[in-house]
Each structure stands twice: as structure tokens, then as C-alpha cells.
């Protein structure tokens, strides 16, 4: 079965830092790989996903993320916050096959203060 | 439409009571999920519905049953839970096969009192 494990509990940032937010898998086939945000009160938001390709992807509000094969990582990117971004960071795995399910990493607390 | 609905938003049940929530997408997908999150903690799979069969049960209480009448619709039935069963239920669903991102609704945050 597949896990997902984020390294970062909670992260405060000021506002125009840059963010790496890291995340590791444990699966031995083909995966999929999602960053999800939540922002306070609002509902899971897909910020950017990897199925296969460039292993550089780009999302939603200038997010980005590196999917490296060898080290098993998926970290997440932003080169400079800004204070809307603080929110519920999910990395979340599912293994490339029908009848199966993401599988989420604990989390990652956002704070940017402006 | 990406839409996921959810209803209701918000419920409070006492233990011996039963209530249903339901949740309904209109993008042709052909599974769908229930996840429970509780504050600040990741969402937690409860079950898959695959072409309307269920697939996976991650050994969830049978106070709670799903059930997916069609492929639009997926409810959550709840019977005489406990306190501890306070949480965000989460639906999600996406298109058939394993190489799709799902999409979530908003949730019904359940108290039980």
C-alpha cells in the first residue's frame, strides 16, 4: 500500500519568502501525485498534479512542484508567498490503477504573515 | 461543472438518532469517495464506489453504511454513531480508472451530541 509523508508541521513565512514544502511517497509501481490546498473554512482545492511526462509541473497561483523518481519527492514551490496563501498543505499519492484512492501526508500549516 | 454538492452543510445528531448525507456530481465520473477529516489532520479514506460497486472498505464502523443508488449520487447512512464520530465527511469523486485527480465538495460537518 501506498504513504505519503510531509517533513514540515507547520511553516511562517513572511510575506515574498520563498516556500519548499517537502513530501515523500512509499510505493513500489506507478504513482500519481496531487498537491491539495485548504484554505481556512473553504473545501480541498487541487493545486497541481503529476501523472507522468516533465517531472517539472506547474499549478494554480504560481505553485510549482519537482517530481524526483530516485528520491521518491514530490516537494512543492513557490518562489515568493504572499499572505492569501496561508492554508492546509496536502500532498496526496494514488497508485496508478482502477479502483483505488489518494492517500494523504498529514499536512503542512501555512502561515505568511504580511 | 466541477462541481461536487454536498448536503447538508451542517448536521447534529444524538446517538440513537439516524440521518443520511448525500452527495451528487454531474461530471460523468464513475467513482466516488468518502473520506472523514477531522481538525487538523488529513482526510481519512472511508470508502470507494467503483462503476457503483463498492471497492474498497478501509474497515470502517458499520454504523456506517454507504450506499451509490446511481453513478451521480453517493450517500453516507449514519446510525447510532458516537461523539468521537464528530468530523468533516468529505465526498469526492472522479472519472473511471486510476489516472485522475478528484474533485471534493465542500463537506458536511457532523456533530454527534
Known amino acids: 500500500a501506498q504513504s505519503v509523508s510531509q517533513h514540515n508541521h507547520h511553516v511562517i513565512l513572511s510575506e515574498a519568502a520563498s516556500l519548499e514544502l517537502g513530501c515523500n511517497y512509499s510505493y513500489g509501481g506507478t504513482v500519481n501525485l496531487f498537491w491539495y490546498v485548504q484554505y481556512p473554512g473553504q473545501h480541498l482545492q487541487l493545486l497541481l498534479k503529476?501523472?507522468?511526462?516533465?517531472?517539472l509541473v506547474k499549478g494554480i497561483k504560481g505553485f510549482e512542484a519537482e517530481f524526483i523518481k530516485s528520491k521518491f519527492s514530490f516537494n512543492l514551490r513557490k518562489p515568493s508567498v504572499q499572505w492569501s496563501d496561508t492554508a492546509e498543505y496536502f500532498c496526496?499519492?494514488?497508485?496508478?490503477?482502477?479502483?483505488?484512492?489518494?492517500?494523504f501526508g498529514k499536512g503542512t500549516t501555512l502561515s505568511v504573515s504580511s | 461543472d466541477t462541481e461536487v454538492t454536498q448536503t447538508p452543510k451542517h448536521l447534529v445528531m444524538g446517538m440513537t438518532n439516524k440521518k443520511s448525507l448525500k452527495c451528487e456530481q454531474h461530471?460523468?465520473?464513475?467513482?466516488m469517495y468518502w473520506y472523514k477529516q477531522k481538525a487538523k489532520k488529513p482526510p481519512e479514506l472511508m470508502f470507494v464506489y467503483s462503476y457503483e460497486k463498492l471497492s474498497i472498505n478501509e474497515s470502517v464502523p458499520s454504523r456506517f453504511s454507504p450506499e451509490c443508488p446511481n453513478s451521480s449520487l453517493l450517500n453516507l447512512h449514519l446510525h447510532a454513531l458516537q461523539p468521537e464520530d464528530s468530523a468533516l465527511y468529505l465526498c469526492?469523486?472522479?472519472?473511471?480508472?486510476?489516472?485522475?485527480?478528484?474533485?471534493f465538495g465542500q463537506g458536511t460537518r457532523l456533530t454527534v451530541v
Open positions: 469526492a469523486s472522479s472519472q473511471g480508472g486510476g489516472v485522475r485527480e478528484a474533485f
Open positions: 503529476y501523472f507522468s511526462g516533465d517531472p
Open positions: 496526496a499519492v494514488r497508485a496508478n490503477q482502477a479502483g483505488t484512492a489518494l492517500i
Open positions: 461530471m460523468g465520473h464513475r467513482a
